[in-house]
C-alpha cells in the first residue's frame, strides 16, 4: 500500500522550474531513498510534498488524500513529518525545547514520547538544556530528526542528514533511520551520499529535475552503469 | 563617566524596550517596520489624550508617589496599550498581511511602512500640532546617588516599568507554550510552519507585545524627555540599531543592543556634542554589519 | 495672472529639480536593484560642494556671523561639475562599506550615513557655518533680467540640465554596461556567473546615481540661494523621491519625470487647497495633512502593485 504518491509534479521557484514531471511512490513501512547529484531537484521536491512550494503542475496523495499544495503547517497534522536540510533546529532555544517545539499541535503529555526521543538518541539526553545552536553538527542532525519524531509520525521526509557529518556519524544516523523504520516509520530519504542505498528497500535516482532510474535498492547497487555515473564508482 | 553609564541605561532601558517589539516582527516577518517609531509617538500622545480627560477628575490631579506625573496620567497607559495593540493589529491585517499573500519581497514592506509612518506623523501633528508637550508641569524629585549622579525619581519609575515589562515578556516567551512558539517562529520561521505553527495566530501575540511594549517605550521617553511629534522618528534609528546589534529575531538581543545603545550614546558626550548621538549609534550599526551582520544573538544565516 | 505663472515657474523648478532626483534613484533602484535610502546624504553633499566652491570666503563683518571651510569663489558651472564629483567619491566610499551587505541592511545602512552627513554639517561649524547654513550663494546669469523674472531663467537652466540628464542616462541603459546592470538587477546570482564583477558594477551605478544627485543637490542650492541641515532630512530628501519614483513607475526615467511632477504638485497644491478650506485658527496644522496624504499614497501603491517594485521574495517560504 503506497503511503505517499508524486505523481508528475512540476516545481520550482518563481519562473524557474526544477522538477519536470517526476514521479515516484512510497510503500508503507518501507524506507525509500531519492539519490541525486547537487541541484537535481532533491530539496525542491521534498519543499513541494509538504506544501512549502506549491507545485505548478501535478499531484501528491498521502494516504490517498489530495494535499497538493496544502499548506505546511496543515500538512504536519496529516502524520508526515519533514526534517529539512539547512536551518533545521531552533538554535536559539534549548534541545528540550526544541522537541517541545516539535510537539506543538499536540494536546496531551509528551513526556513519554520525549524519554523515547532521547533512547533513541541517548546523546541528546545529557544535553536537554544546551542550546540547540552550540552542538556538534551530529548532535544537530539528532536533534532535527528527533523534533520531528516528537508528533510519532507515520512517515519521515529527511533531507540529507548526512550533510557535513564525518563518515562515523553518517554510520550512526543511518543506523538510527532503519532503527525508526523497525519502529513502523517509513522514511523517505533523499541523499547525495550513496551509502544511503544501503538502508534503503526501495530507491529512485534523480538528475536535473527528472527521475533517471528506479528499483529495489539491491538492483540498483548492483547495476553497473547506473554505479558508473551516479555512484561515483 | 559613571553618570554618563548610569543615564545611558536609563536611555537604554528605553531604547531595548522598543526594539524588542521591532525584532519579534522582524524576525517572523523579516519585514523592518518603519512605523515603529511612530507608534511609539502615537503610544505617548494618546496618553496625554486620556491624561487630559482625566485630569478633570479630582482624586486623579495628585501626583503619583514621588514622581511627577498625575495619577490621571498613570491611568491612562491603559487605553494607550489597548490602542496601540488595535493599531498593531490594524496595520498587520491592511499591509503587513496583503503583502505577505502577495509573496512580496519584505522591502516592499518595508517600503510600505514607511509611508505608515508618515501617516502616523502627519495625524500627530494635526492633531497636538508641533510644540513639545509635558506629562506633567515640572520635575519632582531627585535621588543623589554616589560618585555624583543624578536620578529623577522619574528614571527610576522609568527603569521599574521597562524592566517589569521586559520580565513580564520573558516569563510569557519562557514559560508559556504560545510565547515558546512566537520565539520558535522568531528564530526560524520557516522550520515552524513545517512544525505545525500557525503563523497568522502566532502573529497576533507577536503584534500584541510588540504594541504594548511600542506605547510603553513611547509614553516612557515622553516622562524622560518631552513629547513631540518627530520623536519616534528619531527614536527608530537607535532601535535599528539596537535590534541589528542584538540580532534578528532576538530578544535578548534587542535588550542588550538598547542597553548598549544607550550608553554609547550617553558616553560619547564625553568626546562629542550631544547631538553627534544618533551618529554614534549608526556607526556602531554599521560597524556591527560590516564585521558581524548576524549581530550578537543573530540566526545562523545572515538575511 | 502673474501671480500663477510665477507659481508654476516655481513649482516647475522644484519639481524638474526633484525629477533630477529621481532619475539619479532610477540608476540604482531602478537599473541596478541598489535600495539607497540616503539620498539626502548626497543631496547635502552635493548642495554644499557647490556653495563651498562656489561662494567667497566671508570677510569683515560677515566673517563674525558666518564660518566656512573654503571659498573658491568659482563660477557655477564648475560649483556643479564638482558637486558632481565629490557626490561620485562619497558614493564609493559608502559603496566600498556597505555594497556587500544584502540588501535590507544596506537600506538601512544609506539612511544612517545620510543622516551622519547630515549630523556632521549640523555640528561642525568650520566646515559650512553648522546649523545656521550658508546664504547669499551664487545665481547663475542673475544679471540677464530683472530681479522678477530671474526664475524663468533658473528654469530654463534646470530644464536643459534635465534633459542632459535625461538623454545621457537613457543612452547610458541601451549600452553594454547598462544591460549588465539590469542583468544584476534581474538577478544578481546568475549575472556573477556570467562572469561580470557584480561589485564593480554596482559600485559605478552608485556613483553615477549618486553623482546625478549630486547635481541635482547643487541646482537646488543655487535655486534657494540658501542652505541648512535642516533641509537635508529623510522625508524631503529621501523618502518623497523614493515616493516619486514609486508612482511615476520604477524602471524607466520618464516614470522617474513623471512621478516627480506628480507628487511634487500633490504636495505644493494641496498646500493651497487646505489653506484655503481650513479655518485660520487651524492653519499651522493644516499642512501635516499632506504627509498623511503621501503616506497613505506610498502604502496604496505598494500594496496595489506588491510585485512592481521590488518583484517576488526570493526566499523558498511563502505565507
Known amino acids: 500500500m503506497s503511503i505517499l504518491r508524486v505523481e508528475n509534479v512540476v516545481s520550482g521557484y518563481g519562473s524557474m522550474t526544477v522538477l519536470h514531471g517526476l514521479s515516484l511512490e512510497v510503500e508503507e513501512g518501507k524506507i525509500v531513498t531519492l539519490l541525486g547529484p547537487n541541484g537535481s531537484g532533491k530539496t525542491t521536491l521534498l519543499r513541494t510534498i509538504f506544501g512549502i512550494l506549491s507545485p505548478k503542475e501535478g499531484k501528491v496523495l498521502y494516504k490517498g488524500e489530495d494535499i497538493t499544495g496544502r499548506q505546511p503547517e496543515r500538512v504536519a497534522h496529516t502524520g508526515m513529518c519533514y526534517v529539512p536540510q539547512e536551518e533545521n533546529i531552533f538554535s536559539s532555544m534549548t534541545v528540550q525545547e526544541n522537541l517541545e517545539m516539535g510537539a506543538f499541535i499536540r494536546d496531551d503529555d509528551i513526556r513519554p514520547r520525549m524519554e523515547e526521543v532521547f533512547e533513541l538518541f541517548p546523546d541528546l539526553t545529557d544535553r536537554r538544556g544546551s542550546r540547540a545552536g552550540d552542538l556538534s553538527g551530529g548532535m544537530r542532525q539528532m536533534l532535527a530528526i528527533g523534533r520531528a519524531l516528537m508528533l510519532n509520525p507515520e512517515m519521515v521526509l529527511l533531507d540529507e542528514p548526512s550533510t557535513g557529518l564525518a563518515p562515523f556519524l553518517v554510520e550512526q544516523i543511518f543506523e538510527k533511520i532503519k532503527t525508526l523504520n523497525q519502529q513502523g516509520v517509513t522514511v523517505l530519504l533523499v541523499e547525495q551520499n550513496a551509502q544511503a542505498l544501503r538502508c534503503a528497500d526501495r530507491a529512485y535516482i534523480i538528475e536535473g529535475g527528472e527521475k533517471k532510474a528506479e528499483g529495489t535498492a539491491q538492483e540498483l547497487i548492483n547495476d553497473e552503469e547506473i554505479g558508473k555515473h551516479y555512484l561515483g564508482r | 563617566m559613571v553618570e554618563l553609564i548610569v543615564y545611558g541605561i536609563v536611555l537604554g532601558s528605553i531604547i531595548a524596550l522598543g526594539s524588542v517589539g521591532l525584532t519579534l516582527i522582524w524576525g517572523i516577518t523579516n519585514v523592518f517596520n518603519c512605523a515603529h517609531g511612530d507608534q511609539m509617538t502615537v503610544g505617548a500622545y494618546v496618553t496625554l489624550l486620556f491624561a487630559g480627560i482625566f485630569s478633570k477628575i479630582g482624586p486623579l490631579q495628585a501626583s503619583v508617589g514621588p514622581f511627577s506625573f498625575s495619577w490621571g496620567v498613570l491611568v491612562s497607559f491603559i487605553p494607550s496599550v489597548v490602542i496601540s495593540i488595535g493599531l498593531a493589529v490594524l496595520m498587520d491585517r491592511l499591509v503587513f498581511r496583503p503583502l505577505r499573500r502577495a509573496g512580496a519581497h519584505p522591502m516592499t514592506g518595508f517600503i510600505a511602512t514607511i509611508g505608515v509612518a508618515w501617516a502616523l506623523r502627519g495625524l500627530v501633528y494635526i492633531i497636538w500640532g508641533a510644540d513639545f508637550h509635558f506629562y506633567a508641569e515640572g520635575l519632582r524629585g531627585m535621588l543623589f546617588l554616589p560618585a555624583g549622579v543624578k536620578l529623577r525619581t522619574d528614571e527610576i519609575f522609568i527603569m521599574i516599568v521597562a524592566w517589569g515589562s521586559v520580565a513580564g515578556v520573558y516569563l510569557f516567551l519562557g514559560r508559556t507554550k504560545a510565547g515558546k512558539a512566537l520565539r520558535a517562529l522568531a528564530d526560524n520561521p520557516n522550520l515552524a510552519r513545517v512544525a505545525g505553527i500557525n503563523t497568522e495566530r502566532m502573529l497576533l501575540w507577536a503584534w500584541g507585545i510588540a504594541g504594548a511594549l511600542v506605547a510603553l517605550a513611547g509614553i516612557l521617553y515622553g516622562i524622560e524627555t518631552q513629547l513631540r511629534p518627530e520623536m519616534g522618528w528619531i527614536f527608530l534609528l537607535a532601535l535599528f540599531a539596537a535590534v541589528i546589534l542584538g540580532g534578528q529575531g532576538s530578544v535578548t538581543g534587542a535588550l542588550v543592543g538598547g542597553l548598549v545603545m544607550g550608553i554609547a550614546q550617553q558616553v560619547s558626550t564625553l568626546f562629542l556634542m550631544p547631538t553627534y548621538k544618533p551618529a554614534v549609534a549608526f556607526i556602531i550599526m554599521i560597524l556591527v554589519l560590516i564585521f558581524r551582520p548576524k549581530g550578537i544573538f543573530g540566526r545562523g544565516k545572515a538575511k | ?319
Request: hydrophobic letters at 55%; aromatic letters at 14%.
Open chain 3, 1 to 319: 495672472m502673474i501671480g500663477i505663472v510665477d507659481f508654476l515657474v516655481s513649482f516647475a523648478i522644484m519639481a524638474s529639480i526633484y525629477a533630477i532626483f529621481s532619475m539619479g534613484l532610477n540608476v540604482h533602484f531602478g537599473y541596478t536593484g541598489l535600495l539607497n535610502f540616503g539620498i539626502a546624504g548626497f543631496f547635502a553633499i552635493g548642495a554644499y560642494t557647490s556653495a563651498l566652491f562656489t561662494a567667497k570666503m566671508p570677510t569683515g563683518a560677515l566673517a563674525a556671523y558666518v564660518q566656512q571651510a573654503f571659498g573658491l569663489n568659482m563660477p557655477f558651472l564648475l560649483g556643479v561639475l564638482f558637486a558632481a564629483i565629490f557626490a561620485g567619491i562619497v558614493a564609493v566610499l559608502v559603496g566600498l562599506l556597505t555594497l556587500r551587505l544584502s540588501e535590507g541592511y544596506l537600506a538601512i545602512s544609506t539612511i544612517g550615513i545620510a543622516e551622519t552627513i547630515r549630523i556632521i554639517f549640523n555640528n561642525e561649524r568650520w566646515l559650512a557655518n553648522g546649523a545656521q547654513g550658508l546664504i547669499g550663494l551664487k545665481r547663475p546669469l542673475s544679471g540677464i533680467v530683472a530681479p522678477q523674472f530671474y526664475n524663468y531663467i533658473y528654469l530654463l537652466i534646470v530644464v536643459i540640465f534635465l534633459l542632459l540628464i535625461y538623454f545621457a542616462l537613457e543612452r547610458g541603459i541601451r549600452s553594454p554596461w547598462g544591460r549588465v546592470l539590469r542583468a544584476i538587477r534581474e538577478d544578481e546570482i546568475m549575472a556573477a556567473a556570467d562572469g561580470k564583477n557584480v561589485f564593480h558594477f554596482k559600485l559605478q551605478a552608485l556613483a553615477l546615481g549618486a553623482m546625478v544627485m549630486g547635481i541635482g543637490g547643487a541646482l537646488y542650492a543655487h535655486y534657494s540661494a540658501a542652505i541648512q541641515p535642516s533641509v537635508f532630512e529623510p522625508l524631503f530628501g529621501t523618502f518623497i523621491i523614493w515616493t516619486m519614483l514609486i508612482v511615476g513607475g520604477t524602471g524607466n526615467n520618464k516614470g522617474a519625470i513623471l512621478g516627480a511632477f506628480i507628487v511634487w504638485a500633490l504636495w505644493s497644491w494641496s498646500t493651497f487647497a487646505i489653506l484655503k478650506i481650513v479655518p485660520v485658527s487651524f492653519q499651522t496644522r493644516a499642512p501635516y495633512i499632506r504627509y498623511v496624504f503621501i503616506g497613505l499614497l506610498l502604502v496604496v501603491f505598494t500594496l496595489t502593485r506588491p510585485k512592481g517594485i521590488i518583484g517576488e521574495e526570493r526566499q523558498v517560504s511563502r505565507f
